[in-house]
């Protein structure tokens, strides 16, 4: 638990660092390939080339290209069209997409799951619905996508670490970030815009940060915290950061959301977070 509550405070901090100042400044293609690139970097020391099934260090690639890799193609595209406090609030549907995917992979599926992602879905409606407009289902939708990556990362590491429970993640959690690596390089090179890639010092530093912090470390202590708790809690820790992150945009920056809507809609989401928690113990009561 304590990787993940270390991971939540540092990541808090992401979401308003990226929508602060690399947010239509710094081509996206561009921060995510420096930000992957300098993760790598971390984790080459300890990575071990020789020693680890060749069967695991590819699953432990696809993995990162998908938790990493793709996820951030779409979580930097959705600050073009949304605030950061919607793209923080709208993470809140990872758990129901983690509890989801981890069932599938144990060949279960527990339909009520369904209901309270709905409500949810209305919350978010809540939260702009004197604006709903092509950009904001966009964006919306972009957070949606980032979701399903995150929650299948850590979902599918968490099941192939309960097949080597006596494997030393750190020595093959550079493969992670290589696989993320490999994903992110061939998007910049097709699609990133070359007009946009001198960042400013200060641009620089929050790169270097988020690469080799909030990524090189924070993923890995994410993954690992992930495997030491049940699926009921990885979910819900999925959603401590979304106070965190919100709170960190309005003190630092002081950049309130419209607080009528945002309440009422926080609201509702929370309804459908408490819905989701009273199915997990309906669930685990049924024998």
Excluded at 254 to 270: D, E, M, R
Aim: glycine letters at 10%; hydrophobic letters at 50%; one cysteine or more.
């Amino acid at each position: 638990m304590g990787y993940l509550i270390a991971t939540t405070l540092m990541w808090a901090f992401s979401f308003s660092f990226i929508g602060e100042f690399l947010a239509g400044e710094v081509d996206s293609y561009f921060a995510v390939l420096v930000r992957v690139g300098l993760a790598s970097l971390v984790f080459l020391p300890f990575t071990k080339f020789r020693g680890i099934p060749r069967g695991l260090q590819g699953k432990i690639m696809g993995i990162g290209a998908v938790q990493v890799g793709v996820m951030y193609l779409f979580f930097y595209h959705s600050f073009a069209y949304l605030r950061v406090p919607e793209v923080v609030l709208f993470t809140i549907f990872t758990p129901f997409y983690v509890t989801l995917i981890y069932d599938a992979m144990g060949r279960r599926f527990r339909p009520l799951y369904l209901v309270s992602a709905g409500v949810a879905v209305l919350g978010a409606y809540i939260i702009r619905f004197h604006h709903v407009d092509t950009g904001f289902l966009v964006g919306f939708l972009l957070v949606q996508g980032a979701n399903v990556c995150f929650a299948l990362g850590q979902s599918a590491y968490k099941k192939v670490m309960e097949s080597h429970t006596t494997f030393n993640q750190r020595d093959g959690f550079g493969y992670f970030h290589l696989g993320a690596l490999g994903v992110v390089s061939v998007a910049f090179v097709l699609f990133g815009d070359t007009t946009r890639i001198s960042p400013t010092l200060t641009q620089w530093a929050v790169l270097l940060w988020l690469g080799m912090v909030a990524s090189g470390a924070g993923y890995f202590w994410w993954n690992k915290g992930a495997c030491h708790v049940d699926a009921g809690v990885l979910a819900i820790m999925n959603n401590a950061l979304v106070p965190a992150g919100l709170l960190v945009n309005l003190f630092l920056w002081g950049k309130p959301a419209n607080f009528s809507t945002l309440i009422i809609g926080s609201i509702v989401i929370g309804c459908s977070l408490w819905l989701h928690h009273y199915f997990m113990r309906t669930y685990s009561q049924t024998p």
